[in-house]
């Protein structure tokens, strides 16, 4: 029998890094709760209809298809087209993203909800990736929506989210900023209107495929030479803010769309430029365009120069997403914070708090059946009180129960011997430091809760 193991791209996880996840998971929650998102869950499994199409040609390669119960193959034409023979032998698929399945979920609750509704949602995607480093077909999202309301007050709100969860977790971080009516606006006044698409895809491979491989890219998708040269200015580097939007401006001058997203832009460069908020971390960057079909508006990505490891959070505004499950006029903006990426960065710099992996508050030894009931009924106490014990399954001897207590990462040991039990007493021992302290039964709960809460 072959050797059992993962599916590739995806993973088991150990207690200790449970632990380490579940820290993660929590900061992040307990900051969203924070700014005022309620909690919602929606299916791993979404009609095919639902995701197909919302994420440009590139994303709809890689949603997992999930094929139909019975005989699916009955009756079908082998000879037809793929897209053809596809649709009638897979009617859902795991979801890609939580974006997406929460339009769905809005469109379909909309009497239930008051607007704007603000929701957020920790859960896996499923994405038929290449796996890498950094790169997995399945992965978490952690994802915060405001849906109902074009005030950029949110945009703000979200900048600020990135920049409180990424600092509470000890990881230094650059949030880069760009907006979609801007590359729209370019695509305008180059005279590629329809070409937007295949613009912004290639454009978002940038940092993968440098300045000469998007262009090579452009080529292939049908951009002239002569429009791709007016492109080229994308590709400057400029460190002042208001030289690049001096020069943005200039070649928008024409366009109406354009110089709307800089408005847009300027606004939340504005609100966020003061001595409160002070995010220096925010940064214009024309070229960042997030390939998805559904953005509309600002757009962020989250960089670290921690570690080399590509982009650990995304998101944007969206104007149009509901409409498609036909519910018009409603638009929204998320964010979304890629936990397992994160999870790779604070791993690697061992960024994680000090006696994080810390097991069970009091572990007790089995040195006989009645040694174990008195330990039992201690245990009972401490655990009405919140602390979280253990006991060891069998009376086995003392050396192996110790060891299962260090490998567990027990905080304390509590011996009860028959030394003990002949004197009313117990044996409590360090794991850290070494040291041992005996308390009478009478004292022990009451004394020993003090010392774990002090």
């Not at 390669?61 to 119960?69: A, D, E, G, P």
């Not at 994308?234 to 070649?251: A, Y």
């Not at 769309?257 to 832009?265: A, F, H, M, N």
Request: hydrophobic share 35%.
């Amino acid at each position: 029998m072959a050797k059992p193991s993962n599916v590739k791209g995806t993973r088991d996880f150990l207690p200790q890094q449970m632990t380490k996840r579940s820290y993660i998971f929590e900061t992040i929650k307990k900051i969203f709760l924070k700014y005022g998102y309620q909690c919602i869950e929606t299916p791993s499994l979404e009609k095919t209809e639902t995701l197909m199409g919302k994420y440009g040609e590139e994303g709809d390669k890689l949603i997992f298809k999930v094929l139909n119960n019975g005989d699916y193959l009955k009756g079908l034409d082998l000879t037809s087209s793929e897209s053809s023979i596809t649709s009638k032998i897979s009617s859902r698929a795991l979801r890609y993203d939580l974006t997406v399945p929460f339009a769905r979920f809005v469109t379909q609750h909309r009497d239930s909800l008051s607007f704007p509704f603000k929701r957020y949602q920790i859960q896996p995607v499923w994405r038929a990736d290449k796996p890498q480093k950094g790169r997995y077909r399945e992965f978490y999202q952690c994802d915060a929506d405001v849906v109902g309301s074009d005030s950029l007050l949110y945009e703000i709100e979200q900048i600020q989210i990135f920049n409180e969860v990424l600092s509470s977790l000890g990881i230094s971080h650059t949030i880069h900023i760009n907006n979609r009516k801007i590359l729209a606006g370019i695509a305008e006044v180059v005279g590629a209107q329809d070409k937007i698409l295949d613009i912004t895809i290639a454009l978002d491979k940038l940092d993968k495929i440098g300045e000469e491989g998007v262009k090579n890219e452009w080529t292939k998708r049908g951009l002239s030479k002569e429009i791709i040269n007016k492109l080229s200015p994308l590709f400057n580097t400029f460190d002042d803010w208001g030289e690049v939007m001096t020069q943005i401006k200039e070649m928008l001058a024409t366009s109406e769309i354009g110089l709307k997203g800089i408005d847009e832009l300027e606004y939340v460069f504005n609100m966020t430029n003061t001595e409160a908020l002070s995010l220096g971390n925010l940064k214009f960057n024309i070229t960042l365009a997030r390939g998805l079909n559904y953005y509309t508006g600002a757009i962020f990505e989250v960089t670290t120069d921690m570690i080399k490891i590509g982009s650990i959070c995304g998101g944007g505004r969206y104007d149009d997403l509901t409409a498609m499950f036909g519910m018009k006029g409603t638009s929204g903006v998320g964010i979304s914070f890629g936990a397992d990426r994160i999870y790779d960065v604070m791993e690697e710099v061992n960024g994680w708090p000090e006696n994080l992996e810390k097991g069970v508050e009091v572990f007790f030894l089995n040195l006989g059946n009645e040694e174990l009931k008195t330990c039992l009924d201690f245990q009972a106490d401490l655990r009405s009180k919140g602390v979280r014990c253990d006991t060891y399954p069998a009376a086995v001897k003392m050396k192996r129960q110790m060891k299962y207590a260090n490998d567990t990462n027990a905080q304390y040991v509590a011996i009860i011997g028959s030394n003990e039990f002949e004197t009313k007493s117990i044996k409590v021992k360090n794991m850290l430091s070494g040291e041992e302290v005996i308390y009478s039964w009478e004292s022990f709960v009451v004394k020993f809760e003090k010392v774990l809460r002090s």
